[in-house]
């Protein structure tokens, strides 16, 4: 008894110290390696090495370059966490922690079924269960295997949609759009976007989600119009959000016109965009300037 109550006042004050050194300025990150790895000496229930583990594994990526050691610490992590029915966010972040440095080692063969194992136990939590759903999107992808994504992505939608997430619908919505331009699905990208169009406009979140969605929509939109051979900007004129936003929709817009023009072999039609695109950079410029003499 006393054994376990000394292990126990050793892990609160090696977390403490830890979180003193991670947060002190500067961070001493050294040092708070240093004490999260004695905690892991302690003979620690599976649930707390579990999150010391994850806590470790995320410090290693974000300020070290000891990728290995963080792998190390996340796999345990990971399989601690598979032998516990818990369903928690630990079990779940260090999976998609772990799946995130597979990836960008362009080890996809281990993260695909890393976060399909995740996906599957992760059903009672939606957080979580909508989080890597759009982690496992994005790695099939990166492979070009859009009708996989296209599909976990339908199935967000429907996730969403029971969880009465308004927004999160919408995202999935909206990326599902976009695999489905990039695989130059245009019959289905206008049946998304035109419901799309709808659901923004009855939207009653933050004023600030309203019109990130609203952006996200009309890039989509110009892009499906430039596909199609409808290059159009009246869309975007009128857009009633902040200016700064119009403004910036206008330069991606004529970015892609400028694009379009110069792949169709239209040369001569650049120049009123370029001209065009140099104004509204100009004005993005003045607005940027007034609001830092504010």
């Known amino acids: 008894m006393a054994s376990s109550a000394n292990t126990e006042a050793c892990y609160v004050a090696l ?3 830890a979180e003193n050194f991670r947060t002190s300025n500067p961070p001493n990150i050294k040092l708070c390696i240093h004490c999260l790895q004695s905690i892991l000496t302690l003979q620690l229930a599976p649930k707390i090495e579990t999150r010391t583990r994850v806590q470790l594994g995320n410090i290693l990526i974000a300020h070290t370059k000891n990728t290995d050691l963080a792998i190390s ?14 369903v928690d966010d630990v079990k779940f972040e260090s999976a998609s922690v772990l799946a995130q440095i597979y990836e960008q080692q362009t080890q996809y063969e281990l993260a695909k079924p890393l976060l399909q194992t995740a996906l599957d136990m992760s059903q009672q939590s939606p957080y979580w269960h909508c ?14 295997d859009f009708p996989s994504a296209v599909r976990l992505l339908t199935t967000g939608i429907e996730v969403a949609g029971k969880s009465r997430s308004e927004y999160t619908k919408l995202l999935f919505l909206l990326s599902r759009g976009m695999l489905l331009l990039i695989d130059k699905k245009t019959g289905d990208v206008h049946e998304t976007l035109t419901t799309v169009s709808s659901l923004i406009d009855t939207y009653n979140g933050p004023t600030i989600q309203k019109e990130s969605l609203k952006v996200f929509f009309l890039i989509l939109q110009v892009c499906h119009y430039l596909m199609a051979g409808q290059v159009r900007s009246s869309l975007i004129d009128t857009y009633n959000g902040p200016t700064i936003q119009k403004e910036s929709l206008k330069v991606f817009f004529l970015i892609l ?9 239209q040369v001569k039609s650049v120049k009123p965009a370029l001209k065009n695109l140099q104004q509204i950079i100009q004005t993005i410029t003045q607005l940027h300037t007034d609001e830092d003499e504010n």
Do not use: P
């Open 15 to 17: 977390l403490g110290l």
């Open 73 to 86: 610490n996340l796999e345990k992590a990971w399989e601690l966490a598979c032998n516990t029915r818990d």
């Open 257 to 265: 016109q400028v694009c379009h023009y110069l792949m169709a072999g």
């Open 131 to 144: 989080r890597i759903l759009f982690q496992l999107s994005q790695l099939h992808a990166i492979e070009r």
